[in-house]
């Protein structure tokens, strides 16, 4: 079946450049996560949505990172005025939904392929 | 300090080498416990779920000891497929973002 999506796999941005960049999850999955990879590091979460409500943003490094899931299913994450420090994979995860806080009902998380994002 | 804490490696072993990662958690809250392999270039995959009575699956045991906040992953056997980057992974208390290690690289070499 069709995994999460992502597009576009790669991009090269101009700095000060605003950029998009798009999730598709796992049809009918509840949950969906963006996090940020940098080179040589763990993916760090950035925000999580639950359908279209956007329930934590902690993970948004500035103000010039946004993100929306208007219809509860596709996401875009925006970048706007990119700077270098934003080059970085950008990943997307999506969960069944949310089974609460007992030990081994964590939904598993499925990633995407991730988008490259380079910044010069 | 770090919230999640792992060796980054590499690891370089011959085929048949049994290899074992340990990783340390900041957080006592912490809620559920993972290891997740990832590829050059690739996404995150989970490996396997650890629980505080241990679990294997197959090649693969994995221990956790909530009192020292630490996990660990054995790998008996190795296989030169299982060269890749091992992410040890936790969840707080009161969400479920993965709050990610910065890896171990394990390199299986013939």
């Known amino acids: 079946g069709a995994g999460v999506s992502q597009s576009p796999r790669y991009k090269v941005a101009k700095r000060g450049q605003d950029v998009a960049l798009r999730c598709d999850p796992i049809?009918?999955?509840?949950?969906l996560f963006w996090y940020q990879q940098a080179l040589g590091q763990g993916p760090e979460f950035l925000t999580y949505?639950?359908?279209?409500?956007?329930?934590?943003k902690s993970g948004l490094p500035s103000d010039r990172f946004f993100a929306e899931r208007p219809e509860g299913s596709v996401s875009t994450l925006k970048i706007q005025r990119t700077q270098q420090e934003d080059s970085a994979v950008y990943l997307c995860?999506?969960?069944?939904?949310?089974?609460?806080?007992?030990?081994?009902?964590?939904?598993?998380?499925?990633f995407g392929p991730g988008t490259r994002l380079l910044v010069l | 300090r770090k919230e999640v804490e792992q060796d980054p490696g590499p690891f370089n072993v011959p085929e048949g080498a049994t290899v074992a990662f340990n990783c340390t958690y900041s957080?006592?809250?912490?809620?559920?416990f993972f290891w997740y392999r990832q590829d050059c270039r690739k996404e995150p995959k989970l490996l396997m779920s650890v629980y505080s009575s241990g679990n294997e699956d197959g090649r693969f045991t994995a221990q956790l000891n909530r009192a020292s906040q630490y996990i660990s992953l054995l790998i008996r056997d190795s296989k030169l497929s299982d060269s890749a980057t091992y992410l040890c992974?936790?969840?707080?208390?009161?969400?479920?973002?993965?709050?990610f290690g910065a890896g171990t690289i394990l390199r299986v070499k013939s």
């Open positions: 957080n006592s809250a912490s809620q559920s």
């Open positions: 992974v936790v969840t707080w208390e009161y969400g479920n973002k993965l709050v």
């Open positions: 995860a999506s969960s069944l939904g949310f089974s609460g806080g007992i030990q081994g009902s964590q939904e598993t998380q499925y």
């Open positions: 049809s009918g999955h509840v949950s």
């Open positions: 949505f639950q359908n279209e409500a956007q329930l934590d």
